[in-house]
């Protein structure tokens, strides 16, 4: 699975977890793990409706970020994946890396392919899935 809410709870002994990150998984782990069960049979509009739910009350995690992006551009709702690609972009996790190449789907997407390939200029190089974006765009 693409992640894993099941190995995160309450009596976690995970040293990356704060206190409050181990209230928040025992208290929405039902949620979550609604979330993920939906992500794998491809239901991403449950998916991004339950992330949705779960980021009014609770800061989503960048794992959380991605997957409700990438649902919601399955959705087709290519502003708000948008904006949630920026703010994982912004977050400094090691997922951060992820946002350019899910930023250039959503503009390929809807069809601003210059607007990707200008985003894939300003990228630097490394990233292997952007290369092949770029090679695929050229």
Do not use: H
């Not at 989503?60 to 409700?68: A, D, F, K, Q, R």
């Amino acid at each position: 699975p693409v992640w894993d809410v099941t190995t995160r709870n309450s009596d976690s002994t995970d040293p990356e977890l704060t206190n409050s990150d181990k209230v928040v998984l025992s208290i929405r782990p039902n949620l979550l793990q609604q979330a993920a069960q939906a992500y794998e049979t491809e239901d991403y509009q449950t998916v991004a409706s339950l992330l949705e739910r779960y980021s009014q009350t609770d800061a989503p995690n960048s794992e959380v970020l991605l997957i409700y992006a990438v649902s919601l551009l399955e959705i087709g709702d290519f502003s708000t994946a948008m904006q949630s690609l920026e703010t994982l972009a912004e977050s400094g996790s090691l997922l951060a890396s992820e946002a350019p190449f899910y930023q250039c789907l959503a503009l390929i997407k809807q069809g601003k392919i210059e607007e990707a390939k200008t985003l894939i200029r300003q990228t630097p190089k490394g990233d292997t899935k952007l290369e092949r974006l770029r090679e695929d765009l050229n």
